[in-house]
C-alpha cells in the first residue's frame, strides 16, 4: 500500500522586528534565498514586527509546495485561520472528503490505465524530432557533453512583469505556465 512519511517540524514563528523602512529589504531578502529540498521544508513563513501590535506575515514557498493556482487557498486558510485565532476558536475546516495518500493511489490507478496510451500518443507525435535541440551557441560545442551548466542572472522589470501577469490572467493560468511557454516557443524557433 502507500506509505506517506510526515515528518514533524518545528517552525520558529517569534516576531522579528524590524525598523523603519527595513521591511522592504527584508522581504525582498526572504524571497530572493534559495531552496534546499534536501535539507529543508519548501516553505518559509516569517512574521515581521513593525510597531507594537502592527505584524506583517510573509511566506515563500518553493513551486513544489506551492504554485500560482494554490497560493489563493493558502491564503485563504491562513486568514480564516488568523481570524478563528484572533476571536479565541478553532478555524473550524471541514473535514477533507479525500486524504492525500489516497489521491495518489487513486491518481496512481488512473495512469496505470492511461498511461500506455499516453506512452503510443506521445511516442507517435514525437516520432522523428531531434533528440538534441540544435541551437546558436557563442562557441563551438565540446565534440562530448560534460555534463556541465552554468547560470544567467538577470532582472525583469516590472512592465514585463505585469504583461506576463495579464496574459496568464486572460488566459486562465500561472505566470509560470506563460514563461515556460515562452521558452518552448522559443527554443523552437531558434532550432529551426
Known amino acids: 500500500g502507500v ?16 525598523a523603519p523602512g527595513t521591511l522592504d529589504d527584508e522581504l525582498a531578502a526572504l524571497g530572493s534565498h534559495g531552496f534546499d529540498l534536501t535539507r529543508e521544508v519548501p516553505i518559509r513563513i516569517r512574521i515581521f514586527e513593525r510597531a507594537p501590535e502592527r505584524y506583517t506575515v ?29 476571536a479565541g476558536r478553532e478555524p473550524g475546516w471541514p473535514e477533507l472528503p479525500v486524504g492525500y495518500g489516497r489521491f495518489a493511489q487513486w491518481q496512481r490507478s ?19 524530432t531531434p533528440e538534441l535541440l540544435e ?29 506576463v501577469d495579464a496574459v496568464a490572467r486572460s488566459c486562465g493560468v500561472t505566470p509560470f505556465m506563460v514563461v515556460h511557454s515562452a521558452l518552448a516557443l522559443t527554443l523552437a524557433v531558434l532550432s529551426g
Open 58 to 86: 510573509a511566506v515563500a514557498a518553493h513551486h513544489i509546495a506551492v504554485d500560482g493556482l494554490s497560493f489563493g487557498p493558502l491564503t485563504r486558510d491562513m486568514m480564516t485561520a488568523y481570524v478563528a485565532r484572533r
Open 110 to 128: 488512473v495512469s496505470a490505465t492511461t498511461a500506455p496510451a499516453d506512452v503510443a500518443y506521445w511516442s507517435e507525435r514525437l516520432r522523428g
Open 135 to 163: 541551437l546558436p551557441t557563442d562557441r563551438p560545442r565540446m565534440p562530448a557533453a560534460t555534463r556541465t551548466a552554468g547560470r544567467v542572472a538577470f532582472a525583469v522589470d516590472a512592465a514585463l512583469h505585469g504583461a
Open 3 to 18: 506509505v506517506q512519511v510526515a515528518r514533524p517540524v518545528e517552525l520558529d514563528l517569534s516576531p522579528i522586528a524590524v
